[in-house]
């Protein structure tokens, strides 16, 4: 075994590679770009070592800055985790080059399957199944044309270079065709810098089904069941799960032969994964399937693997590329149970599925029987836009597929997660909804359901708004009671004042979400009661404050409220105090007046700049301003004093 190891990778992979790292007794070595220097995975390792600036292009990519930090730091072996460099092939060979193991395959392995028209080409050479299509050199349009009508409609166009669902057009009659080509090609040249195409049949009612296969240096090639990958998005995966639902004995064994032959025609090492592609509009059959690429790596879904067979797949790897044998025989492999992962990612499925940015204010999950989370980020980390929004991969495995959906489902109803937007939501739906948990479904599953799963344009969330709001309200009037005895108050004494003057309603002007509302306060002898487009808030909301904002927490949504703009709080019946602190961190743009200068109730005395929006402070009483502690063009933390009037009796 190794005594080193070097993570090329960020996030929750370079997190869960490390983990196993140190449990066998190696050292860890973690790099970083700038904007990763407080990140989960640098904190986790031994050691870590910045490899250049936020772009991917110039730190996780850069397979010099990688090999330079391996040879200074000493590493054994370079494990490249998924994503980056990990199907590299030119990286793989550079590892060597240096005296140093790719924890991986071999890069001849790599180059086989890295395009999908010479791995299929390949593969039909080693009998395995795979879909009807031409997947040859030529490529004028008018051939390719030709080609999808003798294979009949429809048809799927792919990318030779492909991956991740990029370069891909399902074109459903001849008269398409010219478009699907143009767009498929068009997106595979920005994504590989390859234009090629191939095309295949379509197949209707399609499952993805995939085998995770394992080789050994001295020629041993094993299987480690199926995983199911139907549920996607635009052809990338959000939960996967092992077993695949309706697996059949006879299937499997055939299609675990066909993935073992396809890792045996590369001379497969290490942990690789056969994706098939199955037709399974009358259930799951072993003449039904065929081969669609090999990824030459550990798989982001590796986790449902491990839970149903006891396993420690990133351990597998280090041991075979120590040299060591397969640790177990085909005939040993067991599967216990049944394991379903849920992906979370910062995006908004309001708006597109969006990728969202930002710190999480908020991020918690609950521990259980049978829950594993597999996660990069903790509270106050910072999802940027530079790498992929994957906040975390929840991990339920069960004694039978119902009991890992309903751990599944609990566990998403107690995460806690906010800041950016996420598909926290979704994927509970997704879980919950009654085509999935009857194992009615096919990839085309997701798309067919966005509106039952709230994964379009929806107005905003009233009753959390109202929520929101009067947590906000409550908050400020715990700050003024909680101050009364010493200082004085702020301009948000306002929302006190209210309550002061008796009976009377007000309207609020609030942000939620961004937008502009107007919240309704009115006040009985009950105290306030807080509406939001005729709707009271919630009883079932949860709030999370950060600075001046409010993060309401609701059925896996999130809706942010702020108060929008103390100016226009009705001031008048204020008579007390005449101190003025800062109601939000920000910028001081101007003071309006001078020491010792005379204001009226309700003058503007400064300005400040918050959330791109200026705020003018005003004087909540008539007198004279006796002191003035901020400075204009400095920053200001929320609550901090800006003056103080004395008012005039
Ligand atoms: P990529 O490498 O871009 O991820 P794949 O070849 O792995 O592309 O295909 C991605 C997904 O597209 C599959 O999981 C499946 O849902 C769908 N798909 C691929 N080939 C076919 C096909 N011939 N018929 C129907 N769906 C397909």
Same mark, same amino acid.
């Given at each position: ?152 409609? *429809? ?50 009612? *399609? ?177 940027? *836009? ?121 309207? +609020? ?69 005449? +101190? ?11 003071? +309006? ?26 004087? *909540? ?29």
């Amino acid at each position: 075994m190794f005594s080193s190891v070097l993570i090329a990778n960020r996030g929750e992979i370079a997190a869960r590679i490390a983990r196993t790292a140190k449990r066998l007794g190696l050292r860890t070595i973690a790099v970083y770009s700038e904007a990763d220097a407080g990140a989960l995975h640098v904190r986790l390792a031994d050691e870590a070592h910045l490899i250049g600036p936020a772009p991917a292009a110039h730190s996780y990519l850069s397979a010099e800055r990688l090999i330079d930090v391996a040879k200074r730091t000493g590493a054994e072996c370079v494990h490249p985790g998924y994503g980056f460099l990990a199907e590299n092939p030119e990286f793989a060979e550079a590892c060597a080059a240096a005296g140093i193991v790719f924890v991986g395959p071999p890069p001849a392995a790599i180059r086989a399957m890295g395009l999908k028209d010479a791995a299929k080409a390949l593969m039909e050479k080693a009998g395995v199944p795979v879909v009807p299509g031409y997947h040859g050199t030529r490529q004028e349009p008018k051939f390719l044309k030709e080609k999808a009508y003798e294979i009949g409609y *429809p048809v799927l166009i792919k990318a030779v270079a492909g991956g991740g669902g990029k370069g891909m057009r399902r074109v459903d009659k001849h008269a398409d065709f010219e478009a699907g080509l143009a767009g498929a090609m068009r997106e595979a040249k920005s994504a590989f810098g390859d234009d090629r195409v191939l095309v295949e049949k379509y197949v209707a009612s *399609p499952r993805h089904i995939e085998i995770q296969v394992f080789g050994d240096s001295r020629g041993n090639v094993i299987h480690l069941n199926e995983r199911d990958c139907s549920l996607q998005r635009r052809h990338q995966k959000v939960i996967e799960e092992a077993p695949a639902p309706g697996m059949i004995a006879a299937m499997r064994s055939a299609m675990g032969e066909a993935a073992v032959a396809a890792a045996k025609a590369v001379g497969y090492v290490g942990a690789g994964t056969v994706e098939f592609i199955a037709e399974a509009s009358k259930g799951l059959l072993p003449d039904r399937f065929w081969f669609m690429e090999m990824n030459t790596r550990l798989q982001v879904e590796h986790p449902v693997t491990e839970a149903i067979t006891g396993l420690d797949l990133v351990e597998w790897q280090f041991r075979v590329a120590a040299g060591e044998p397969l640790p177990l025989a085909q005939r040993a492999v067991r599967i216990t149970g049944h394991a379903i992962e849920a992906r979370l990612y910062a995006e908004d499925p309001e708006k597109g599925f969006l990728p969202s940015t930002g710190r999480l204010v908020a991020l918690e999950f609950p521990t259980g029987e049978g829950i594993r989370i597999d996660t990069g980020v903790t509270a106050g980390s910072e999802v940027t *836009p530079y790498y992929d929004p994957m906040i975390a991969k929840v991990i339920a495995h069960g004694k039978d597929r119902t009991q890992a959906l309903d751990r599944l489902g609990a566990a998403l109803a107690r995460t806690r997660v906010a800041g950016p937007r996420t598909n926290l939501a979704f994927v509970a739906g997704l879980v919950k909804s009654e085509g999935f948990r009857a194992e009615a479904f096919d990839t085309g599953f997701i798309d067919q359901n966005l509106a039952s799963l709230g994964a379009v344009p929806r107005a905003f969330d009233r009753a959390a708004a109202a929520f929101g709001v009067a947590h906000l309200l409550a908050r400020e009037q715990a700050r003024i009671a909680a101050r009364s005895f010493s200082d004085g108050m702020s301009p948000w004494d306002a929302t006190d004042g209210f309550q002061l003057a008796g009976n009377r309603d007000a309207a +609020l002007p609030v942000l939620v979400d961004g937008e502009n509302v107007s919240a309704a306060l009115s006040y009985g002898s009950n105290g306030a009661r807080v509406t939001v487009g005729g709707e009271g808030a919630a009883a079932d909301a949860q709030a999370i404050e950060a600075g001046n904002a409010v993060y309401v927490l609701r059925g896996g949504r999130q809706t942010v409220v702020r108060l929008r703009d103390f100016e226009e709080f009705d001031v008048d019946h204020l008579d007390t105090g005449g +101190l003025i602190v800062a109601p939000m961190h920000g910028k001081v743009l101007a003071i +309006l007046v001078e020491k010792g200068g005379a204001v009226s109730k309700g003058q503007r005395v400064a300005l400040i700049e918050a959330m791109k929006m200026e705020h003018a402070l005003t004087a *909540p009483i008539a007198g004279t301003v006796t002191e003035i502690a901020a400075v204009a063009g400095s920053q200001i933390a929320e609550g901090a004093k800006v003056m103080v009037i004395e008012g005039t009796d």
